[in-house]
C-alpha cells in the first residue's frame, strides 16, 4: 500500500509538470518611490491581505485602489502576489516604495509567485527569508519579507516581517519556518509589527503561533467580535491572518476586515497604530 508522500508525489507528476514551476534566484524585486523620509509615529496605517494571486484580476485591482484611496495605508502586506517577469503595470498601481520577495516561478503565466510589502518610504534594510522545506505537489518553498523603516521623534526603527507559513506540510515543518522567523525578529529590540497568512488551520499550529508571539512580547491586533469573524477560517478553525505588534499603541477603534471585499477569499485586515 502506498504511503502518504508516495500518493503526493504520483499526484505531482500527474498533475503538475515539473518545468511549471521554477525556482528563483532573486532574493528581493525592489522599486524605491520616495513619498517621505520616515514613518509618522503618530499614525502608521496598515493593511494586511492575503490577495489570492489575483494581483491582474480586474475586480482586485478596482477593490485595491478603493481600499488605498479610502484607508490611505501607510504600510502593506499583500501574500500570494503574482508579478509579472517584466514587472511592468505594477509600477502604476502601487505609488509607493515597494519590496517583492518571490517564492518561485511560473513558466506557465510567466509570473514570480511571493509576498510583497509595499510602504511610503524605502526600507533601510531588507531581507528575504525562505524555508528549507517545501509544499507537496508543487514542491515550491515559502517565503517571509522582513523590512525595517525609520519612524520620526524616535531612535529606534520599526521592524516588519510580511509572512506567508508553509501549508500541508507536517507540524514539524511549521514550526522549523516559525522558529526562524522568531529568531529574526528576536535580534531587533524596537517596535515590530509581525503580519501575514500564517496559515494557522489547526489549533496545535495557532497554538505554537502564540507562544512565538508571547516569547517575543509581541501582541494580536485586537478586532472586534463581529470582524474578527470575518477574518479567513477552514470551517471551526482558529483564524489564519494576524497582525501582531509591539512597540506601538494601537488605534483600537481603527481597526476592521472589509467584510465586503469579494476579490480574493481572504479579508483584507487593518490596523491603525501610534508611538
Known amino acids: ?7 503526493v508525489d504520483i499526484l505531482a507528476r500527474k498533475f503538475v509538470p515539473s518545468y511549471r514551476f521554477l525556482r528563483t534566484q532573486e532574493s528581493t524585486i525592489d522599486r524605491t518611490h520616495l513619498l517621505q523620509t520616515e514613518l509618522n509615529g503618530l499614525s502608521i496605517k496598515v493593511l494586511n491581505w492575503n490577495i489570492a494571486k489575483k494581483s491582474y484580476d480586474k475586480n482586485w485591482v478596482k477593490d485595491f485602489l478603493t481600499i488605498l484611496e479610502q484607508y490611505q495605508p501607510d504600510l502593506i502586506f499583500l501574500q500570494e502576489f ?7 503595470n505594477l509600477v502604476d498601481l502601487i505609488d509607493m516604495s515597494w519590496n517583492f520577495a518571490p517564492n518561485f516561478i511560473d513558466a506557465h503565466h510567466q509570473t514570480y509567485s511571493g509576498i510583497l510589502t509595499a510602504a511610503k518610504i524605502s526600507p533601510l534594510n531588507k531581507r528575504a527569508i525562505i524555508t528549507k522545506h517545501y509544499e507537496p505537489i508543487i ?3 515559502k517565503v517571509s519579507l522582513m523590512t525595517e523603516y525609520p519612524l ?3 531612535k529606534d526603527s520599526l521592524l516588519t516581517i510580511n509572512s506567508h507559513l508553509i501549508n500541508f506540510v507536517n507540524i514539524d515543518k511549521f514550526k ?3 522558529h526562524e522567523l522568531e529568531l529574526a525578529l528576536s535580534t531587533h529590540w524596537g517596535p515590530i509589527i509581525f ?3 500564517f496559515n494557522t488551520w489547526s489549533r496545535k499550529r495557532a497554538l505554537f503561533l502564540y507562544k512565538a ?10 478586532f472586534a467580535p463581529h470582524h474578527h469573524k470575518q477574518i479567513k477560517r477552514f470551517l471551526l478553525s482558529p483564524p489564519l491572518d494576524y497582525i501582531f ?8 477603534a481603527s481597526a476592521r476586515v472589509l467584510e465586503h471585499i469579494c476579490s480574493s477569499d481572504h479579508k483584507p485586515l487593518l490596523a491603525e497604530f501610534f508611538i
Open 1 to 7: 500500500m502506498l504511503d502518504f508522500k508516495e500518493h
Open 82 to 88: 503574482r508579478l509579472d517577469i517584466e514587472a511592468g
Open 139 to 141: 514542491k515550491t518553498p
Open 152 to 154: 520620526s521623534n524616535k
Open 176 to 178: 522549523t519556518q516559525l
Open 195 to 197: 503580519s501575514g497568512d
Open 213 to 222: 508571539a508571547t516569547r517575543l512580547g509581541l501582541m494580536p491586533v485586537a
Open 245 to 252: 505588534y509591539r512597540g506601538l499603541r494601537e488605534h483600537k
